[in-house]
């Protein structure tokens, strides 16, 4: 019998390894059922305000255009059907359906009942020491379609 | 949304938030934890397949993560390997420069994968030597005669 040799380099490939949304929904899953609801949004807000430090500092360099550059970024990356309608003080994703969601739903990998949290805790924590919030106007939690707010807390005059 | 192309750092992150709760232990927990609910489809693989469910396996895994490796199935002498020439996830922690990997990130893979594994009949080895610049190799051998 001959032995079976698989070389690859990184270039070989794209990177995007969606069961990775799985495994995030677990942890999720995890998270609550040991600490409670709470330690999901505690969790997800420590990881948003750390990883996503430079993404916030953009925001406060450029506004709501470097969201949009982000969320055009992803959501292409992850063949998500979306549209990004960016105003002055306001930008507005409208997402068709999440993608992790899809993904976790069509592996039939658990899905978290807070997994809508990493929309609106993360995008919280985005928006925090800058002068944007977020609000997730709507959610369905079977297909993650969404709309979600990002605005100027005061708009200008 | 976060990206899955951004959950590696969710991942040692969620690490650290962990142990920051529970210690070590609650990070050994939750490992255990994952490889029972979310590695099913190595376990159906291997189960059904044998060593060679680990190619089939990792052939999906490592291809999606666009890593740099070499891998080897034996499958007269049971033996499969991993000589990983870069981790696309330690890479990617080791790379961020604002962020610092959880300590023992690397350290999940061989709970996660001896879990499954060890009970089915194969031995596992994960040296994890060169973790620092994002190298392994994780080696699986059959212990059935």
Not at chain 1, 10 to 16: E, G, I, Q, T, W
Not at chain 1, 65 to 79: G, M, N, P, S
Request: a negative charge; glycine letters at 4%; hydrophobic letters at 35%.
């Amino acid at each position: 019998m001959t032995k079976d040799v698989m070389n690859r380099n990184a270039k070989d490939n794209d990177y995007l390894h969606k069961d990775f949304h799985g495994a995030l929904s677990a942890g999720l899953i995890y998270l609550e059922e040991r600490f409670g609801a709470n330690a999901v949004r505690e969790y997800l807000w420590q990881f948003a305000k750390a990883y996503y430090a430079p993404l916030t500092d953009d925001v406060n360099r450029r506004g709501l255009v470097a969201l949009r550059d982000h969320f055009q970024k992803i959501y292409t990356l992850e063949q998500a059907i979306f549209t990004l309608a960016l105003s002055e003080n306001e930008l507005i994703l409208n997402l068709e359906a999440c993608p992790a969601v899809m993904h976790i739903q069509a592996k039939g990998y658990p899905l978290s009942p807070r997994f809508y949290e990493t929309c609106k805790t993360v995008n919280q924590a985005l928006c925090d020491e800058t002068p944007f919030a977020f609000e997730l106007v709507t959610y369905e939690p079977a297909t993650g379609q969404s709309i979600q707010k990002f605005y100027r807390r005061s708009p200008k005059p | 949304m976060i990206s899955c192309t951004e959950f590696i750092p969710a991942y040692s992150e969620l690490f650290k938030f962990l142990e920051a709760r529970g210690g070590k232990p609650m990070v050994y927990d939750f490992w255990n934890y994952l490889s029972d609910a979310f590695l099913g489809n190595l376990r159906d693989l291997v189960a059904q397949n044998g060593i060679r469910g680990c190619w089939l396996y990792w052939s999906h895994t490592l291809n999606e993560e666009a890593a740099d490796f070499t891998m080897e199935l034996d499958e007269e002498k049971g033996e499969f390997q991993i000589l990983m020439h870069h981790c696309p996830s330690k890479g990617r922690l080791l790379k961020e420069k604002h962020l610092t990997a959880y300590r023992d990130y690397c350290e999940h893979c061989d709970v996660l994968y001896r879990r499954v594994l060890e009970p089915m009949g194969y031995e596992c080895s994960l040296d994890r030597s060169q973790c620092d610049r994002a190298k392994c190799c994780f080696m699986v051998k059959s212990t059935k005669k």
